[in-house]
Every structure is written in structure tokens, then in C-alpha cells.
């Protein structure tokens, strides 16, 4: 999945945070029954390796899950999802909201032992700033007005007018600036071997095979208890589990079919814990707008007429999400729930493609428009097997109303590098996770449509662009909400996506981990507290 703010499939968040008002369900509170002891190594399994460990160089989750155990902003979400500081110990906002002050935290050293002063943070803003710098999260740093170090731990940014996630905004991963300045930035070493504040330091990246993280023992909170953190890349969800069962791995993304059934034994009972709970997120059937199919509105629609979503939720996801209809998870302030429904109709999508000039249909059932069959190519990426799913239920719905749709299934850094960043798809599956503020600039306005940048669909409405600007211009949640009640009953009308569900999170975890503590974020915010008691401990970490 794909982030607006930092990532594909992950933002402002350490792994495997839901960001939901909900507590997450199937949970359960481990108690301290034995004493915290530092040691071990937890295993994670992931299907995409990482493509960049500079996060303002990647949009990629597996990127970003990485480089959040690595790096630090100023501030971050705490369990309840209030801000609170991070390399900042403390703030002050100016009356009207234009200046912010950051107070840094003293004694803080970059893995390499260096000093983190406010040189950093200021470089950090100008390289993002940098017009060479390819990010697609410069958006937010160009609301600056003034960026400066006023002595070695105070920061001062002034804004010219109202800017809603300017203080969340800085929870951006600040970078050194001792390693980095003077240089391309797009050829540093970093980018392989990242040097951070965080709570973890790099160790090694087998490209392909595993990423090997270890506790930084000067970390300013607490040395985290964990003392390795390995990820191995493992494309195939279902090798992946059969990794989990060996206990070779010790926490993966489970698929609903292993939730709710291959994980009901006493093996998983014993020896791993679950945990669902809605994800702040949704899965979607994204169009290429410049190709010639997709250009009409009404070819979009009888799409989404076309496409049964209970289906999916019900055959692919076993119940375990709801539909979506836009780019909000549902509960939330800023989720509209009045917009325009999509409810299964094919006769309607019939009647949408006639009117749009699909009338006629060759031998072979297929819709045909100037000589021209309606076929096209649907992309997702591999190892994601309820995506896959989707796409063969998705190609039989349309085929029903005279679609021909051609599934190709693509390993994860071809399918974000070769594809979506060149723009080379007519159609995808894919997700976003969602920040906790609903600011969707990055992804949908239509300055955010170059190389490299969130708006890959090429989507452009002036309207949009307007509410857009206007929602992240004021502090008034009242009024951002009409803001944002506007422009997802635009893109309702619109349907530059199908919005197809927002799924549950099913996390699964190993018992000998002890200290999660579910919360209404999720479950990855206390992380330097998890623990192994020593007498369950399996492995040693080598410096």
C-alpha cells in the first residue's frame, strides 16, 4: 500500500499502525508475568524488499518500515494519537499559528556518534526544498516561509499564512547533515546504509533475502529491550507462512484466508498471539487518465457499477473489511458518508459504456469503439494474494458486461520503479494508507502529477486543486470537514479510482513477545518496550 505523506503503505507511523479511533479486537493485554530483559532478535516477514532507505528518496512502505526504526522527526503520534515531541522536547505555536518554535532535545548523537543539532533539521528542510531533490514530499516544506537555526537546539519555521498539518508535518524523518550536504543527494551511500537518531541502528541489507537492524544503546528514550530487528523479504504470502508455522519467522500480515482458518490449532494457539482491528487504509482499482479508456467519467462509473464489492469482501476478504467510497476510513471526522454509492449494477454499467460510445460487440462478446476492443492490461504487485484475487473477480464482473481485462501480477520494486513511477500501466490495484490528518494534497492535486510524485493517475480537477488548498489552509476542523465532504462527493462523481474496501489489519505475533500493548493507534508505538524473558529467548545478535 501506498501512504500520502511518507509512503506505500505506511506514513508518520513504525510498522504495523492502524491509526484507527477504535481499539484494535482480538486482543489481549500481556501481562508482565515475567521481568523485562534486554536480548533476542524479533523476525518479520515482508513480501517487498526496500528500494531506498532515505525516506524523502522512497515511497514505499517496506522503505519507509524500515526507516522508521532508523529515524527520527521532531515529533510523532503517541498511543492515543496526540502529537507530542520526538527530536523536539518541546514547542511553542505563535497566536495566529504562522511560527513554530522547536526546542530539541540535547545530547542526542547520530548513530556515527556525531552531535543532532538544528543544522540538521534546517538541512533537512532545504534538500526536501531542493527542486533537484526528487521527493514527493516537498508539498508541505514549500508552505515555509523562513526555516532557521537559531542556536544549536532551537528551530524556527515561519509560515505566511495558515497551514492545518503544519506541526505533523514535522514528523518528517530528519537527516544528517554532516553526511549529506555538499553532496547529490540521490547517489549517497545512505541510501543503502542510513545512519539515523532512531532506536535501531543499520546493520546489513542483503538486497532480496533480509534487512538486519540492531538496538542503539544511546537511543534518548531507552535502549530498546529487542536487540536485532531483522526483516526478510519474502515474496510469497504463502511461504511466508510456512516460514511462520516453522516459527522461523515471528510476526507477518496474515491473509483472511489464515486468520479465520489456518491459524485455528493449537500450534498458532499456543505459540502465536492475533490481533485484528480496521486499517486506516483502503484498497482501490486505480485508472491511467491520460489513456483514451479512461478518459470519459461515464466509462469510469460503469465500472464501478460493474464491480460487485461485497463479493470481494465477502469471497476475498472472508467479511474481515468494509466497502470504501473514498479516500477515508469510515469513523472518522473527516469521512463523508453521503457521497454518491456504487452499489453492483451491471445493467446501469451497460447502459453507461453505451452512452460513452462502446456499442458495439465483436465475436467475441467484447465491447468494440472505433474498431477498437475495450481491453486493457490490470497491474498488481506479487505476493499479495487477496490483490490477486480481487483482479481475477474484477476481470470476471467486467467481462460480464463486455470487458476484456488481461491480469499481470509483478514483483514489487519492477512493479512501484519500472510502472508506477513511469507511468506505465492502464489500470492497477493497489492501496493507501492514510495519515492521521486527511490533508490529500500529495495525492490528489494536480501539481502532484510529475515522476516520482503520489498523483501517478494523472487526475486533475480545478475544484478539487481548490478545496484541497483550502482544507490545509485554516485551523477550523468544522470548516476543513465541509472542505473535505466537497471533494469526495467530487471524486464520487468523478471515480478516478473504484474505492473498493478498507480491509481489516490481521496481525499475527509470537508469544514470546511480550510488552505489546494494543492502543487506539495500533499496536507498533511502544515498540522499544517490547520484550523475550530471558529464559524464552532464541538468538543472539552480532555487532
Not at 77 to 105: A, C, E, H, P
Not at 233 to 248: K, S
Not at 411 to 421: K, L, R, S, V
Not at 484 to 506: G, M, N
Request: include cysteine; proline fraction near 6%.
Amino acid at each position: 500500500m501506498l501512504s500520502y505523506r511518507l509512503i506505500i503503505f505506511a506514513l508518520l507511523a513504525l510498522f504495523l499502525i492502524s491509526c484507527g479511533k477504535e481499539a484494535p479486537q482480538e486482543q489481549s493485554f500481556q501481562s508482565p508475568d515475567k521481568p523485562p530483559a534486554y536480548g533476542d532478535i524479533i523476525v518479520r516477514g515482508d513480501i517487498g524488499d526496500a528500494s531506498n532507505l532515505i525516506p524523502i528518496l522512497s515511497s514505499d512502505s517496506p522503505s519507509h518500515n524500515i526507516a522508521g526504526f532508523i529515524y527520527n522527526g521532531l515529533v510523532k503520534y503517541d498511543k492515543n494519537m496526540n502529537i507530542v515531541g520526538d527530536l523536539s522536547q518541546s514547542w511553542v505555536i505563535s497566536k495566529d499559528g504562522l511560527v513554530i518554535t522547536f526546542n530539541l532535545r540535547r545530547g542526542v548523537k547520530w548513530h556515527d556518534g556525531r552531535p543532532f543539532t538544528a543544522q540538521d533539521v534546517l538541512y533537512t528542510y532545504q534538500v526536501t526544498v531542493d527542486p533537484k531533490t526528487p521527493t514527493a514530499y516537498a508539498g508541505d516544506f514549500l508552505k515555509v516561509k523562513k526555516a532557521e537555526a537559531l542556536d544549536d537546539y532551537t528551530f524556527r519555521v515561519t509560515y505566511d499564512k495558515p497551514f492545518a498539518p503544519a506541526l505533523i508535518s514535522w514528523s518528517s524523518a530528519i537527516l544528517p547533515r554532516h553526511l549529506l550536504e555538499g553532496k547529490d543527494i540521490t547517489k549517497s551511500p545512505l541510501s543503502r546504509q542510513p545512519i539515523g537518531t532512531g532506536p535501531y541502528i543499520f546493520k546489513e541489507w542483503v538486497a532480496g533475502q533480509k534487512i538486519v537492524l540492531v538496538s542503539n544503546p544511546d537511543y534518548f528514550e531507552s535502549q530498546p529491550y529487542i536487540d536485532g530487528r531483522v526483516t526478510r523479504i519474502i515474496p510469497d504470502t504463502a511461504t511466508m507462512f510456512l516460514e511462520l508455522r516453522a516459527r522461523n519467522i515471528d510476526m507477518m500480515g496474515l491473509t483472511p484466508l489464515q486468520y479465520t482458518r489456518q491459524t485455528e490449532n493449537n500450534l498458532f494457539r499456543q505459540n502465536f498471539e492475533k490481533y485484528r482491528y480496521l486499517a486506516f487504509a483502503y484498497t482501490y482499482l486505480g485508472y491511467n487518465l491520460k489513456h483514451p479508456f479512461f478518459a470519459d467519467k461515464r466509462v469510469r462509473q460503469a465500472i464501478s457499477y460493474a464491480i460487485n464489492k461485497e463479493e470481494i469482501i465477502s469471497g476475498v476478504l472472508l467479511g474481515l473489511g468494509k466497502p470504501a467510497t473514498g479516500p477515508y476510513k469510515p469513523g472518522t471526522w473527516a469521512y463523508n458518508e453521503n457521497v454518491q454509492k456504487y452499489s453492483y449494477n451491471p445493467e446501469k454499467a451497460r447502459e453507461l459504456l453505451r452512452a460513452a460510445g462502446w456499442t458495439k460487440i465483436n465475436k467475441g462478446g467484447i465491447l468494440e469503439k472505433d474498431g477498437r476492443p475495450f481491453s486493457f492490461e490490470l497491474i498488481t504487485n506479487q505476493g499479495n494474494e487477496t490483490r490477486q484475487k480481487c483482479a481475477e473477480i474484477i476481470q470476471r464482473q467486467l467481462k460480464e458486461v463486455g470487458i476484456d481485462v488481461k491480469i499481470r501480477v509483478l514483483e514489487w520494486a519492477a512493479f512501484i520503479n519500472d510502472f508506477i513511477n513511469k507511468r506505465r500501466f492502464e489500470a492497477i490495484i493497489l492501496g493507501w494508507t492514510v495519515p492521521l490528518d486527511p490533508d490529500a494534497f500529495d495525492v490528489w492535486h494536480s501539481s502532484k502529477t510529475a515522476p516520482q510524485e503520489l498523483n501517478f493517475i494523472s487526475y486533475k480537477n480545478t475544484e478539487v486543486d481548490a478545496l484541497l488548498e483550502k482544507a490545509r489552509s485554516t485551523f477550523d476542523q468544522k470548516q476543513r470537514e465541509k472542505y473535505y465532504d466537497r471533494f469526495q462527493e467530487i471524486l464520487a462523481e468523478d471515480q478516478p479510482y473504484t474505492f473498493l474496501y478498507v480491509p481489516d489489519e490481521l496481525i499475527i505475533i509470537s508469544k514470546r513477545i511480550r510488552g505489546i500493548e494494543p492502543a487506539p493507534i495500533g499496536l507498533g508505538h511502544n515498540f522499544i518496550k517490547w520484550y523475550v524473558p530471558k529464559d524464552e529467548q532464541k538468538y543472539t545478535m552480532t555487532r
